[in-house]
């Protein structure tokens, strides 16, 4: 009998919905091609629009439907006359935290006969896994404001890190460099500055890297990360790091890639007691909504990790393949050299898939 997977389909805002309408037709063309599976699409209406119209980004009852489903599959978030930090926490962090997705994977490496945008750098020494601490650290969402308005206004933002939390992501990427040919991790942070969280961070990447001795692992501080990403692209593999600084520098690699429009995330509960989404790194590029240019690229990718991470690996490759044998002949959008529209993009991908 087929597995049987049900997906929460959440386009969200802007180029969400039709980057998710592509990754969901080349979803169902996988399906049909293997033939040994079955997806069970909803879709999940929330987004700035279901804000508008009720006050609220998801109903109280929302993270309950969410656990109902195997995984989610998310476009992004975020509209000009909505604040980014009402949006952002609204929606997207409001679901990361309470699931559990502590861990954010984005990988990261040239497809095929894409150039790096680093003259340097060959596209073979681009092929790296980021691993986002996603539950705590600078997204804490804990600080506050006084004396609004005034001269003399006080506004914090903590950064909280917890020993548990720095352990179990900084595990769970000593586990994915161990899983990988190079074994090699590079722990980043910022330990000269900020002397609490970060020198913690750094003491259980040393009490943590014990439990896997094969696994080779160095530090870098985050400035002096962005150097060698752009310099030394071959000397890295799998990367660590706390939420706001992967954040910023998944963003890089992707544009060392060719362009943030291909690159995927995955928010992974490792324990699986929550359902993991997988979502395009991009956002909601509001400025080319509507016009049917938008790369789907990053969400397509995004859900091959989903079906990887189902156990449908063979899936996965398919769609890999397929966004492989786009690139290899231009078929691609704009801002990876070719000029189709997100439409004839996903026609070509469905066709690469049929064979
Ligand atoms: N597709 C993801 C999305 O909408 N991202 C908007 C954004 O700003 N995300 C920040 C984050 O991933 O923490």
């Given at each position: 009998m087929a597995n049987v997977y049900k997906i929460g389909c959440m386009p969200g805002d802007g180029i969400g919905a039709e980057v998710i309408e592509s990754a969901v037709a080349v979803l169902r063309a996988c399906e049909t091609k293997c033939g040994d599976f079955k997806l069970e699409f909803t879709d999940l209406p929330y987004g700035t629009a279901y804000y508008k119209q009720t006050?609220?980004?998801?109903?109280?009852d929302g993270l309950d439907t969410i656990r109902k489903f195997d995984a989610i599959l998310f476009g992004a978030v975020g509209m000009p006359d909505v604040p980014d930090s009402v949006s952002l926490w609204g929606l997207l962090l409001a679901m990361r935290g309470p699931l559990q997705q502590y861990a954010n994977l984005r990988p990261v490496k040239c497809l095929k006969s894409i150039v790096p945008a680093?003259?340097?750098?060959?596209?073979?020494d681009i092929d790296w896994v980021l691993v986002r601490e996603n539950s705590e650290g600078e997204y804490a969402g804990q600080g506050g404001r006084s004396h609004r308005g005034f001269d003399w206004e006080v506004a914090t933002e903590l950064a909280i890190f917890t020993r548990h939390g720095a352990r179990r992501i900084l595990r769970y990427a000593f586990e994915i460099a161990q899983a990988r040919p190079r074994k090699l991790l590079t722990v980043v942070s910022k330990s000269n500055a900020q002397r609490y969280g970060m020198v913690m961070w750094d003491e259980v990447a040393l009490e943590v890297s014990k439990e896997f001795p094969d696994v080779k692992w160095d530090k870098m501080l985050v400035d002096a990360m962005t150097v060698r990403m752009v310099?030394?692209?071959?000397?890295?593999d799998t990367i660590v790091g706390s939420n706001l600084h992967m954040d910023i520098l998944s963003d890089l690699a992707a544009a060392l890639a060719?362009?943030?429009?291909?690159a995927p995330s995955a928010n992974i509960d490792p324990t699986r007691q929550s359902p993991s989404m997988f979502e395009p790194v991009h956002g909601s590029a509001f400025d080319i909504m509507g016009k049917g240019i938008a790369n789907p690229f990053g969400a397509v990718w995004s859900a091959a990790m989903m079906l990887d991470f189902l156990g449908e690996a063979k899936a996965g490759k398919m769609i890999m393949d397929a966004m492989d044998s786009c690139c290899e002949i231009g078929q691609t959008t704009g801002d990876l050299?070719?000029?189709?529209n997100t439409a004839q993009v996903t026609e070509a991908l469905i066709k690469a898939i049929n064979g």
């Open positions: 006050g609220a980004y998801l109903p109280p680093v003259r340097t750098a060959k596209p073979e310099h030394k692209p071959e000397t890295l060719a362009s943030i429009g291909i050299g070719g000029s189709l």
